[in-house]
């Protein structure tokens, strides 16, 4: 159980990658009042939320009603970024 809630915290952490965008909200707020910057984060992270989970239960109904297994998708990626890789390093 614990495994799971760390690696579904660190897929999280990576997808939001939280580091870069408070450097972004902090430049985009820079001019704007304590308050605002603090109604503007409660708002982003609520929407932000909300899609994380729209798209996790959206992307679980599409890959089950094609059958296909989390194992077989996990394969599939890892191929393709190889296959990038690959390709970009051999390209000079």
């Known amino acids: 159980m614990l495994e799971k809630i760390i690696r ?8 939001v990658d939280p ?8 430049s985009l707020t820079a001019g704007m009042h304590r308050s605002e910057r603090r109604r503007i984060a409660w708002r982003a992270s609520l929407y932000a939320a909300i899609i994380l989970i729209i798209a996790v239960i959206i ?11 989390l194992r077989s998708l996990q394969v599939a990626g890892a ?6 890789v690959w390709r970009w390093s051999s390209a000079g």
């Open 8 to 15: 579904d915290f660190m897929t999280i952490w990576t997808t």
């Open 19 to 26: 580091i870069t965008n408070l450097a972004l909200f902090a």
């Open 59 to 69: 992307g679980q109904i599409v890959v089950d009603a094609m059958g296909i297994r």
């Open 79 to 84: 191929l393709s970024c190889s296959f990038s």
